[in-house]
Each structure stands twice: as structure tokens, then as C-alpha cells.
């Protein structure tokens, strides 16, 4: 089945500055990979999301990059705001197969003032 | 249009106990999953349906079975619970048509 790794596991920035979490995946079928956002004691709240045709995407402060060919992508946030503070999730899906998730293990951002 | 509903929303079981957690969308979604977070982890996949009368096992099945008899209703149960199985619980839905998947607020589940 798939893999999903994700890192690092925690990140800690100075608030304005930008930061780069990485994920790679194992299936080559895999065609969608969302990014969720965390706060504690909260559900998954979707941030931004790539379909495989696609290499980038970018939505204001969030953008994601995907490489195919290398079976990894990754989530950019510029700008940070002590509100970016979160924990962070990657996954990857299957559409057709049913939408079934495997996530990456999570980064905590921290993004001090 | 409540998106996906879950209850309950916390529950504490002892060991050896049965319950059902319920879960009910009304996007008319064809797709339906239960995950579990643990603490400090990802979602990790229990079971999912691609239609009614369709499921299937993910990751962690075991101590758990599901149904969906119907498009709105997919649910949970633990047939005899254990203190491993205490997390948080979330249901999933989305369309065939689109990516877009809707989850839950979440089960807090305790089993002592």
C-alpha cells in the first residue's frame, strides 16, 4: 500500500519568514495530495490541494509544488503569522479507488513573534 | 446542508464494552471513511465504502466493523473495546466527481 513520509517533524520560525515542509509517497498511482491544517482538539481543515496533472498550485500565502517523477511534494507558506501555527498533514489518495487517505506523520510549525 | 455528522462527540468505555460511533453526511457523497488519530500522529485509515452495500479494510481494521446500508449513513463499531483503541475518531466523505473530502468534527473515544 502506500507511504507517506513527511519532515520534519517540527519547525520553528521567525514570524515573516517562510517555511517548506516536504512529503514523499510510494504509490506512482497516487493522483490527488491534499494539505491539512490541525489546531489542537480541531478536525483536518483542508489549506490547499494538487492534482497530479499538475505541478504547482498556489493559493495567496500557501503554495505546494509536485514532482512526479520523484514521488515528492511539498507545502511553502511565505509570510508567516503567529496564526500559521499548527500541525501540518500531507497525504496522498487514489480518486478513483475511493479517496482513501495515507498521511504523512505531521509537522508542528511554530511561528514565534 | 450540515456537511458530515458525527456522535457521539466524546464517550468513555470500559474494557470489553460494544458501542457504535454514527456517522451521516447529506452531500450525497458516494465515498465514506472512518480514520483514527492517535496522539502525536497522522490519520491512520480503519475502513471505508465506495457505495452503499460496498466496504472494505484499510490500515487498522482490526476490532472493528462497519456497514453502509445506506448513502448517508456510515457506522463504527467497536464489538469489544480496548484500551488500545483509545483516539479520536473521524468519519470522511467526498464525491466521486470531485477531490474535495469532508470530515467530521471528530470521536473523542476513552476506553479504561
Not at chain 1, 22 to 47: H, V
Not at chain 2, 30 to 41: I, V
Request: aromatic fraction near 10%.
Amino acid at each position: 500500500g502506500e507511504n507517506v513520509e513527511q519532515h520534519p517533524s517540527t519547525l520553528s520560525v521567525q514570524e515573516g519568514d517562510s517555511a517548506v515542509i516536504k512529503c514523499t509517497y510510494s504509490d506512482s498511482a497516487s493522483n490527488y495530495f491534499p494539505w491539512y491544517k490541525q489546531e489542537l482538539g480541531k478536525r483536518p481543515q483542508l489549506i490547499i490541494d494538487i492534482r497530479s496533472n499538475v505541478g504547482e498550485k498556489k493559493d495567496q500565502r500557501i503554495a505546494v509544488t509536485l514532482n512526479k517523477t520523484a514521488k515528492h511534494f511539498s507545502l511553502h507558506i511565505t509570510e508567516t503569522q503567529p496564526e500559521d501555527s499548527a500541525v501540518y498533514f500531507c497525504a496522498a489518495s487514489i480518486v478513483a479507488a475511493g479517496n482513501k487517505l495515507t498521511f504523512g506523520g505531521g509537522t508542528r510549525v511554530l511561528v514565534k513573534p | 446542508n450540515a456537511g458530515v455528522t458525527q456522535t457521539p462527540k466524546f464517550q468513555v468505555l470500559k474494557t470489553g464494552q460494544s458501542m457504535t460511533l454514527q456517522c451521516a453526511q447529506d452531500m450525497n457523497h458516494e465515498y465514506m471513511s472512518w480514520y483514527r488519530q492517535d496522539p502525536g500522529m497522522g490519520l491512520r485509515l480503519i475502513h471505508y465504502s465506495v457505495g452503499a452495500g460496498i466496504t472494505d479494510q484499510g490500515e487498522v481494521p482490526n476490532g472493528y466493523n462497519v456497514s453502509r446500508s445506506t448513502t448517508e449513513d456510515f457506522p463504527l463499531r467497536l464489538l469489544s473495546a480496548a484500551p488500545s483503541q483509545t483516539s479520536v475518531y473521524f468519519c470522511a466523505s467526498s464525491g466521486v466527481s470531485g477531490n474535495t473530502i469532508y470530515f467530521g468534527e471528530g470521536s473523542w473515544l476513552t476506553v479504561v
